[in-house]
């Protein structure tokens, strides 16, 4: 079975930092983009980041491009999200997400459970 | 940027047709793609590729693309419909994807 879980959300004080981490099973990890999107509460959905199978390539949104960092171990199957200068609005639950079809025919399928993160005093 | 327009909110009675519309320019140049997120539940994918279903999802759920507009499509509305329902695009001029705003769709 295909399956993305997602760990490492929590409460952080505005200003601080967090790291998420997505374990993959159920395929070939190393062949696929990965990509990290965000829905803040009652909002939509947005994508925040991208990274290519081998890591060479990575994108952000505007908004977190120099605080928020994506990589990946292959060797591990995982995905991260490494996330700094944290803001209330960064507030929201973070999926982990495969990109799949091909360049201008992708879409996320698989999803992760998704998970929490709030940034408050 | 691409930028993608769903209407709020939809509402059909049950076992009416539903049509939610996703509006871009020049859309259907581009492949689009639905995902359905029932109350504090994971977006999932209902279409891919403007009409195609993946495994596991009704015949009732089917897409089309033309011009300015794509249109998720469910017919037979059941209460179990009820959701948001998102489009989405991959934009290739800064390979990232869009998200439409959302649709909820009301089951009367």
């Known amino acids: 079975e295909v399956q993305l879980v997602e760990s490492g959300g929590g409460l952080v004080q505005p200003g601080g930092s967090l790291r998420l981490s997505c374990a993959a099973s159920?395929?070939?990890?190393?062949?696929?983009?990965m990509s990290w999107v965000r829905q803040a509460p009652g909002k939509g959905l947005e994508w925040v980041a991208n990274i290519k199978q081998d890591g060479s390539q990575k994108y952000y949104v505007d908004s977190v491009r120099g605080r928020f960092t994506i990589s990946r171990d292959n060797a591990k199957n995982s995905l991260y999200l490494q996330m700094n200068s944290l803001r209330a609005d960064d507030t929201a639950v973070y999926y982990c997400?495969?990109?799949?079809?091909?360049?201008?025919?992708?879409?996320?399928?698989?999803w992760g459970q998704g998970t929490l993160v709030t940034v408050s005093s | 940027s691409y930028v993608l327009t769903q209407p709020p909110s939809v509402s059909v009675a049950p076992g009416q047709t539903a049509r939610i519309t996703c509006g871009g320019n020049n859309i259907g140049s581009r492949s689009v793609h639905w995902y359905q997120q029932k109350p504090g539940q994971v977006p999932v994918l209902v279409v891919y590729?403007?009409?195609d279903r993946p495994s596991g999802i009704p015949e009732r759920f089917s897409g089309s693309n033309s011009g300015n507009t794509a249109t998720l499509t469910i017919s037979r509305v059941e209460a179990g419909d009820e959701a948001d329902y998102y489009c989405?695009?991959?934009?290739?001029?800064?390979?990232?994807?869009?998200f439409g705003g959302g649709t909820k769709l009301t089951v009367l």
């Open positions: 997400a495969r990109r799949s079809g091909s360049w201008s025919h992708s879409w996320f399928d698989p």
């Open positions: 989405q695009v991959w934009d290739t001029s800064v390979d990232h994807p869009v």
């Open positions: 590729d403007d009409t």
């Open positions: 159920g395929f070939t990890f190393s062949s696929y983009w």
